[in-house]
């Protein structure tokens, strides 16, 4: 039973356009949530997060939107950008973990911004 | 040399030897982790060490047998591996909860291929 979805594998934008990441959780008690970038052959990097007593988190180009009610948080990032173009994961921790670094990830979503 | 780094980058080892995975962060974090990313699946956490201690290790074949000797090196030792435990090994730190919130910081990881 996966916690932590990605529904779409992919998402392919145009350049300076708005790109939106979409992410759903079925665990109640995570509460910060995360979002990294990936290169192939690199590991994640961090993004940007957001803690489950906000409903958004801006950083630059990035912001991150969280519905608890509906268990479902996002990834803004605009203007878009070739060089955004990587894997996005969406992960979450808490859920009585004592690490910041104990992450359901989900399964991420290739994003393509063209030229 | 900051952050976290892994090593090496790439494996290839067969069935019957062994061979360790090392990771190193030099970012004073006290919680490190192990994390395996298989083809067409989201990152799984493998195990979890708090000052040196494991306080997680999520169901995984002993195999696999992880080493913490300081807060700073985290090792993977791998014996008698099966092909298909050939994956991206990522080590990963970030401070313990209850010390501010922080993301955890990614390795480059290790390509493990068995043969």
């Known amino acids: 039973d996966q916690q932590v979805k990605q529904n779409s594998p992919s998402l392919s934008v145009q350049e300076g356009r708005i790109s939106i990441l979409n992410c759903d959780y079925t665990?109640?008690?995570?509460?910060?949530f995360l979002w990294y970038k990936k290169y192939p052959a690199e590991g994640p990097t961090f993004l940007i997060s957001i803690s489950s007593i906000k409903d958004k988190n801006e950083d630059g180009r990035f912001t991150v939107f969280l519905n608890k009610s509906a268990k479902h948080l996002s990834l803004h990032i605009v203007p878009s950008q070739p060089g955004d173009s990587a894997v996005y994961f969406c992960a979450a921790s808490g859920a009585g973990g004592t690490s910041y670094g104990k992450l359901t990830f989900g399964q991420g979503t290739i994003l393509t911004v063209h030229p | 040399e900051t952050g976290v780094t892994q090593t090496p980058r790439h494996l290839v080892m067969g069935m019957t030897n062994k061979k360790s995975l090392k990771c190193e962060q030099h970012l004073g974090h006290n919680a490190m982790y192990w994390y395996k990313q298989s083809a067409k699946k989201p990152l799984e956490l493998m195990f979890v060490y708090n000052f040196k201690e494991q306080t997680e290790n999520n169901s995984v074949p002993s195999r696999f047998s992880p080493e913490c000797p300081n807060s700073s090196h985290l090792f993977l030792h791998l014996h008698t591996l099966q092909p298909e435990d050939s994956a991206l090994y990522l080590c990963a730190s970030s401070r313990a909860r209850g010390r501010g919130n922080t993301e955890a910081f990614f390795g480059q990881g290790t390509r493990l291929t068995v043969v």
């Open positions: 665990n109640s008690m995570f509460d910060y």
